[in-house]
């Protein structure tokens, strides 16, 4: 193979691994966006049910001292109808007690309501009030995890770059040149190598005398569809099995 080849094959695979070390790095901070959105919208639910709690017992208190209210009312109007001076005023006394009384049973109806919608609320707060402590905790040690990952993908890349800009110098500046031009125009990819008679890239069918001259391997050569730096590999076996006085 030629040693400008051998160099860009080099270069490509350690430019896959940084693109995906990039992508990884790229993507963690996204990971821990989403469980602490995850996470709040939780905190959110349990704010809104602790609220829905409050409003509940503070309208129970309400009511309990409307109850008072009424039954203050009533001793005082009976107290008032021992001293009626006729029938007339003694029934409208009775009737408003009467009145008095009918507030105070369905004041006590709804207090039953709230109750009945305060033990699932309360239950459900003291369950997410776990929930989130567990969570809490999960999301911390994710976070952790991402940021060990993101330095550890940082010190490989700056191995891996390190490699490279000494592969750089070693490599024909004019191919290097080339080679940087097809990888920003072919999505990260300008070294294809030819497999089965095919570009493993685009997959076209390399022409005959094409792959005969890319096998004797004399200069760079191009893939005459996807335009990338085309390379034949030689079998392994082949150079395992023939010495190479005889090759
Ligand atoms: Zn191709």
């Known amino acids: 193979m030629l040693p400008d080849i051998e ?12 693109a995906a070390i990039a992508k990884e790095i790229a993507e963690l901070p996204k990971h821990v966006t989403a469980i602490e959105k995850k996470l709040d919208n939780h905190l ?10 409050v409003a509940n017992q503070k309208e129970r208190r309400k009511l309990e001292g409307d109850i008072q209210t009424h039954e203050q009312k009533i001793s005082k109007l009976k107290g008032q109808m ?32 709230l109750m009945g919608e305060a033990d699932p609320l309360e239950k459900a707060v003291k369950a997410a009030e776990g929930e ?22 940082r010190a490989e890349a700056a191995k891996l770059n390190a490699i490279r800009a000494e592969i750089v110098t070693k490599i024909t500046p004019k191919i290097y040149a080339e080679y940087e031009r097809i990888r920003k125009g072919r999505a990260g990819v300008a070294v294809s190598e ?8 685009c997959h076209i069918q390399i022409r005959q005398q094409f792959l005969q001259e890319l ?8 893939c005459e569809s996807c335009k990338r ?4 590999a030689p079998p392994e076996s082949f150079d395992d099995l023939v010495p190479a006085s005889v090759r």
Not at 96 to 107: L, M, V
Not at 194 to 201: E, L, M, P, Y
Not at 215 to 222: D, E, F, L, P, R
């Open 132 to 153: 989130l402590a567990v969570e809490r905790k999960q999301v911390d040690a994710e976070k952790k995890t991402a940021q060990e990952r993101s330095t550890i993908d």
């Open 194 to 201: 030819a497999i089965n008679g095919r570009c493993s890239k």
């Open 44 to 53: 959110k639910r349990l704010e809104a049910d602790r609220a829905s709690l």
């Open 7 to 18: 160099l860009a094959v080099r270069l490509q695979s350690l430019d896959d691994r940084l």
């Open 215 to 222: 096998k004797q391997a004399t200069s760079v050569m191009i």
């Open 229 to 232: 730096i085309l390379y034949y």
């Open 82 to 113: 021992m001293d009626a001076k006729s029938n007339d005023i003694y029934n409208a006394f009775q009737h408003e007690i009467g009145f008095c009384q009918q507030e105070i049973s369905r004041i006590e109806d709804r207090i039953l309501e």
